[in-house]
């Protein structure tokens, strides 16, 4: 499947279209990543690809912004991902947010979003609808307001280590 701007509307194709954005967005993506979901338990974030791409991206200049209500299914359905996450401590910014904080808008807010800043915008609005917009500077505007709307209300989540006493 080519990623191109448009609607997606079945459950599969969103799952490959997903893992294509993230895909692309760490190995053309700029300085930072924006990443929001509930739990992150249904993204392809154990896949080896994925996984390639995001070590190459996380250059000490860089930073992914996660967002999510609950962490702890990312935890238990992708054990690779924890593992790169705490390799890569230092350019992950992780937050939790209340799932009725989102703030008010006009239009409705979508429930998963990958921003790229200058290369894509992905929103998932539900399990079987998806949007993805390619190098439109007003979607990307918009969806960077709102999801630093969110993010300024977060917070820190996910650590990259567990100190025990």
């Not at 401590?89 to 790229?116: H, N």
């Not at 505007?141 to 709102?146: F, I, L, P, V």
Request: proline content about 6%.
């Amino acid at each position: 499947m080519e990623l191109k701007d448009g609607v997606y509307e079945s459950r599969d194709q969103i799952q490959q279209l997903l893992l294509q954005v993230l895909v692309r967005s760490a190995a053309e993506g700029g300085r930072e990543l924006c990443w929001m979901d509930a739990d992150f338990a249904d993204w392809p974030l154990s896949d080896p690809t994925l996984l390639g791409a995001l070590n190459a991206w996380a250059l000490p200049h860089r930073r992914l912004h996660l967002l999510a209500t609950d962490y702890e299914p990312l935890r238990r359905a992708h054990p690779r991902f924890v593992q790169w996450r705490q390799l890569h401590d230092r350019v992950i910014s992780a937050k939790s947010f209340e799932a009725s904080d989102p703030p008010e808008r006009s239009q409705p807010s979508p429930v998963g979003v990958v921003l790229a800043p200058g290369l894509l915008v992905f929103k998932r609005w539900t399990a079987t609808r998806a949007s993805v917009s390619l190098g439109n500077a007003r979607e990307e505007a918009t969806t960077r307001e709102w999801f630093d709307a969110i993010e300024q209300r977060s917070t820190d989540s996910f650590a990259g280590t567990t100190l025990g006493l």
